[in-house]
């Protein structure tokens, strides 16, 4: 099983600043299978980036997603008042399908 | 638009098994997959297994296999899920969500998510 690691924990940042979200995977990740999703309070994920650097439909162009092999990053940058929610990094390459505990960006 | 969404909350006993069903519309129901993610209280999200709503062959995660069915009924659009013997440890939100049907996708889009509370 691939266990995904995010950090920070918790991410404190002021609105229009720039947030950086870190996920790093046990086992190399194939064919760059990592999606990101947000969750705010009583709503399911949804989806925000695939195979690492893909927007989702609907997604702003502040949001972009990099990395390979084990390490893959989230930007938003400049963050606007709906941003500020929990983030997860999944693995989708191999069984079980995993996913990160969560990075919580916050008001500053 | 496409849609799906869950059957309602759910209250069991210690023991007892959960049904929970996940309506799709707004598109082809056999030509994507459907994978079910559960998240207890506070906790990350738990990927439990995915169907190919097309022949019916499904993938489950080991940690359930025994006590996990997923099914579909392709003339009603709907998957279900089916999770016996439950625990306190099975309290928490279960969503389906659609993937692609060689089961290796992001998800997308998801249900509303049905709410499960096991106690005694």
């Known amino acids: 099983e691939i266990v995904l690691t995010q950090s920070p924990g918790t991410l404190s940042v002021s609105p229009g600043e720039r947030a950086t979200l870190s996920c790093r995977a046990s086992?190399?990740?194939?064919?760059?299978?990592v999606a990101w999703y947000q969750q705010k309070p009583g709503q399911a994920p949804r989806l925000l980036m695939y195979r690492v650097s893909s927007r989702a439909a609907g997604i702003p162009d502040r949001f972009s997603g990099s990395g390979s092999g084990t390490d893959f990053t989230l930007t938003i940058s400049g963050l606007e008042p709906e941003d500020f929610a929990v983030y997860y990094c999944q693995q989708y390459g191999s069984s079980p399908r995993t996913f990160g505990q969560g990075t919580k960006v916050e008001i500053k | 638009q496409v849609q799906l969404v869950q059957s309602g909350a759910e209250v069991k006993k210690p023991g007892a098994s959960v049904k929970v069903s996940c309506k799709a519309s707004?598109?082809?129901?056999?030509?994507?997959?459907i994978h079910w993610v559960r998240q207890a209280p506070g906790q990350r999200p738990e990927w439990m297994g995915w169907i190919n709503t097309g022949i019916g062959n499904t993938k489950l995660s080991q940690k359930f296999q025994g006590r996990l069915i997923i099914t579909r009924d392709t003339a009603a659009t709907t998957a279900y899920m089916e999770l016996s013997n439950l625990g306190s440890e099975d309290t928490g939100f279960y969503y389906c969500?659609?993937?692609?049907?060689?089961?290796?996708?992001?998800?997308?889009?998801w249900g509303q998510g049905t709410q499960v509370s096991v106690s005694s």
């Open positions: 707004g598109y082809t129901f056999i030509d994507y997959a």
């Open positions: 969500a659609r993937g692609d049907r060689y089961g290796f996708s992001e998800l997308l889009p």
């Open positions: 086992h190399s990740i194939s064919s760059d299978y």
